[in-house]
């Protein structure tokens, strides 16, 4: 056995645990964690254990109801057919004790089965809940060590940012083409002093050369 099942036996030693199977907190973590398959023989046995719980339930409710209804209809029988001279009450009485012990029987098998039951349902109930723990354990330990490998690559790559920043910034700086760029303002003033000018002193458009229209020609008929 290994050193995990003995500490998750120890953890449910004592314990009352309810059927997991019913427990809506319990489907939710099974779904989150991805083990429907590896628990599926478990969970399908706890569930037909309880469904032989409840229907053992049941017929026992229902045999102890006919049992106090043939039991009345035997007093009442009883009471009729007491002379002997009732052929036909002492038959239907006869009939009735024979369903009695049938439902004395059956009741038995029903009480034995409600005895034995919760035993099942308690030792299937913590296989399940032991694997349950062990595929949990065994995913939260995949997880430490995905964030425990994804933790050093982040270092690591941190570190190569910082040597990089480093490098850079010791690198010569090109030198700045700021002085031979003309200043926003001195632009501006330029621009401002260029609108201001006298129409005499702007430059003027070259005037367009007009072309000259094209002469037809007669032509002369000759008779």
Known sequence: MAKSDEEFRHALSGRKLPPLTLDHQWHQLVVSIGAEKKIHTLSAEQTELLKQQAGAANELKKLKKLKKRLMDEIVTLAETGCDGTDKKAEKKLDEHKALIEECNRKIDECEDLLISLPGELDEVN????????EISYDLLK????????LTEWIDSTREELKEKLVRRQEMPRPPSRSRWRVPPRTRRRQASATRHRSPMTRPQPLPRKRRRPRQRTRSTLVL
């Open 142 to 149: 995949k997880n430490g060590q995905e964030i425990e490998t």
């Open 126 to 133: 913590r296989k399940l809940m032991l694997k349950t723990m």
